[in-house]
Nanobody, 125 residues
Framework: QVRLEESGGGLAQAGGSLRLSCSAYGRSFSRNLMGWFRQAPGKEREFVAA????????FYADSAKGRFIISRSYPENMMHLQMDSLKPEDTAVYYC??????????????????WGQGTQVTVSS
């Protein structure tokens, strides 16, 4: 059974850092786009960052550019999100997601078939 598991969320102060990790089980995603989304209370789930099947395929939301770095370890079927210079508005549940289609595209939640349970990130001012 395909499963995605996030880890690394928690509490940070504004200006601090957190590193999220996503482990994938049940199939390889080496040919698939994987990404991070987040959802704050009362808001829709929004795209944060995504990375494709090669190291130069990285995409970021404007809110993440210059502060977050996405990376993947293809042999280990893992993905990470290094978050620096955190702001209170980064507070949300962060979800790991993966597309089912090989060499797919798209950055909306509906483009991703597999989802983790989410990990809470709270940034205090």
């Amino acid at each position: 059974q395909v499963r995605l598991e996030e880890s690394g969320g928690g509490l940070a102060q504004a200006g601090g850092s957190l590193r999220l990790s996503c482990s994938a089980y049940g199939r390889s995603f080496s040919r698939n786009l994987m990404g991070w989304f987040r959802q704050a209370p009362g808001k829709e789930r929004e795209f944060v960052a995504a990375m494709g099947w090669t190291g130069n395929m990285k995409f970021y939301a404007d809110s993440a550019k210059g502060r977050f770095i996405i990376s993947r370890s293809y042999p280990e079927n893992m993905m990470h999100l290094q978050m620096d210079s955190l702001k209170p508005e980064d507070t949300a549940v962060y979800y790991c997601a993966a597309q089912a289609t090989d060499y797919g595209s798209g950055g909306t939640p509906s483009d991703f078939a597999y989802w983790g349970q989410g990990t809470q990130v709270t940034v205090s001012s």
